[in-house]
């Protein structure tokens, strides 16, 4: 277990190329563009998150986008003070594409630049055929924007290490991060070792196991013996995976709570109890094979 320096939903660790993330990050996946994306995103950033995962698959960059803006014209924070993540489409790989995406995406999350922009799927069923290929040139583009101040820091999502090996063979700037499901039951510890061996953070999608994690007895007992919430204990041990979270919820309470979890720490015994959670029998789902994907 790494030995957690993280106080606050502004601590942040550094990236490889001396950018700093911070610990926790807002997740926007499954909420719907408009209102819903707009309050939640702009309660997150009201009660502390300074982190904001979106992604152009999601279809809330601009509900996401408003609410960054309009928070940033409040005064209580910077631009500079926040960290907005998104991802490119399954459908927009290959280098051409790519620089219309960044685009896209810049002008419906209405910013003029992004702190760090992902390959969402390293196999979509698109370029099944030429995906080594369609990611170098997505690549190449991304390079270039960061280069040319448009990205902070560039990244993927969904990579297993042949895909990311494979991304290596033509990379110029090496991947920054690697955004992969992580929640009680599956930890990937050999794909995360693998990620941090190479410099890149990994954060971690589905936290909650997408309201799965809810079921289990075992995080009722963990829970119970910290005197916490299950979502609470399944941030912390997100964290304490070292991983960076990315919990996703539309209710202002809930997203209060979910990152109220530095008060604590999870015991050795009872994050290996986490990790080998029946996460089937929740009814959460796998890390998908990015190579088996239909979309
Ligand atoms: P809601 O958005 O209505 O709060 P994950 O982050 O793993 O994708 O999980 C998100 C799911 O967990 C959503 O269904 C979300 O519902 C629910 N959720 C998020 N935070 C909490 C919480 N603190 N207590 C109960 N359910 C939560």
Not at 57 to 80: M, P, T
Not at 281 to 294: H, K, S, V
Request: charged share 25%.
């Amino acid at each position: 277990m790494e030995k957690l320096n993280v106080t606050s939903l502004s601590s942040t660790y550094t990236l490889i190329n001396g950018v700093n993330i911070p610990c926790i990050g807002f997740g926007t996946w499954q909420t719907p563009d408009g209102v819903v994306a707009y309050e939640s995103v702009l309660a997150a950033l009201k009660c502390g998150y300074r982190h904001i995962d979106t992604a152009t698959a999601y279809g809330n960059e601009e509900s996401v986008g408003k609410a960054i803006n309009d928070f940033l014209k409040s005064g209580e924070a910077k631009r500079s003070d926040l960290f907005i993540t998104t991802k490119l489409h399954n459908k927009d790989h290959g280098y051409e594409a790519t620089k219309n995406a960044i685009e896209r995406s810049l002008s419906l999350l209405g910013l003029d630049y992004l702190d760090l922009y992902l390959i969402h799927w390293p196999n979509p069923i698109f370029f099944r055929d030429n995906w080594a290929k369609a990611n170098a040139g997505s690549w190449k583009a991304m390079e270039e924007a960061y280069e040319a101040g448009k990205i902070r820091a560039i990244g993927l999502s969904n990579f297993f290490e042949r895909h990311i090996d494979k991304l290596m063979e033509t990379a110029k700037i090496p991947p920054m991060v690697n955004q992969i499901k992580i929640c009680p039951g599956i930890a990937q510890p050999e794909l995360v070792k693998f990620c941090k061996d190479r410099n890149m953070e990994v954060e971690g999608y589905s936290p909650l196991g997408t309201g799965g994690s809810f079921k289990s007895e075992v995080l009722k007992k963990i829970a119970q013996k910290y005197g916490k919430s299950i979502a609470q204990v399944c941030v912390r041990w997100s964290l304490q995976q070292g991983a960076i979270p990315l919990p996703k919820s539309v209710n202002p309470e809930r997203i209060a709570q979910n990152s109220q979890v530095f008060d604590f720490s999870l015991e050795n015994e009872d994050c290996k109890a986490i990790a080998e959670i029946n996460y089937a029998e929740l009814g959460i789902t796998p890390q998908r094979n990015p190579d088996e994907n239909n979309f």
